[in-house]
């Protein structure tokens, strides 16, 4: 088992231009997850998909914050314009349905610098 | 909203010796899960300890255990004879017994060894 899959590990890009995100869950997890986390607020759900759908997306920033998950193996979060507040590391995390008091798998993170 | 309190921002301990990390959360559930994950320099999450709120029985795993009081909703960590791989920022976590899968964490407690 490869675990949680994030890329990029690192990211800098410059203020107003559009960001990427890519999560490859555990296969066979059902729940995924994208939090975020800086010093100020720690880790923060942002929103979070079963079965490929949209569940909650109230930790949603702003509509620059966009997420999607076209097939089980695959998830985006798209920032569109970046803005330097949103510099952070980001984390993706899968979860198998009916087993929430296993807690989350998490990734590694993509460390998101706008400058 | 659910909140999950950690008033230790950091913490340390000579190598060999003991530690605890307090948390505290907020619920009117009766059914939930806790946890405390481990997030280490390389910025991992490592899951450490998971409780039942329904087992009055407190979790252990190895050197790691928790003295979980549901009627105080406290939820601490014991680390036995720590070690200098133990140092980490440390987050209590919790979620929902029912369909709610959403984590919340507290802000962390990083921990120190010396040696």
């Known amino acids: 088992d490869a675990g949680v899959i994030q890329s990029p590990r690192h990211e800098v890009t410059e203020m107003g231009q559009e960001v990427t995100l890519r999560c490859k869950p555990i296969s066979g997890h059902d729940y995924l997850f994208w939090y975020r986390q800086t010093m100020m607020r720690g880790l923060e759900l942002l929103i979070y998909?079963?079965?490929?759908?949209?569940?909650?997306d109230s930790g949603m920033p702003e509509d620059r914050f966009s997420a999607k998950m076209p097939n089980a193996s695959f998830s985006t979060l798209k920032i569109q314009p970046s803005e330097p507040r949103d510099s952070a590391v980001y984390f993706c995390a899968s979860s198998l349905m009916g087993r929430p008091n296993y807690g989350y798998t998490f990734g590694s993170g993509t460390r998101l610098t706008v400058v | 909203a659910q909140t999950v309190t950690q008033s230790q921002p950091e913490m340390s301990v000579q190598e060999a010796e003991t530690v605890t990390l307090s948390c505290t959360y907020d619920?009117?559930?009766?059914?939930?899960?806790l946890f405390w994950y481990k997030q280490p320099p390389s910025r991992q999450m490592i899951l450490v300890i998971r409780q039942e709120a329904y087992k009055q029985q407190n979790a252990t795993e190895n050197r790691f255990s928790v003295n979980f009081q549901k009627a105080a909703k406290s939820f601490s960590l014991k680390i036995s004879d720590s070690q200098l791989g133990d140092a980490a920022m440390y987050f209590c976590?919790?979620?929902?017994?029912?369909?709610?899968?959403?984590?919340?964490f507290g802000k962390g407690t990083l921990l120190t060894v010396n040696p």
């Open positions: 619920t009117s559930e009766s059914d939930y899960y």
């Open positions: 998909f079963n079965n490929n759908v949209p569940i909650d």
């Open positions: 976590a919790k979620n929902s017994g029912g369909s709610n899968y959403k984590l919340t």
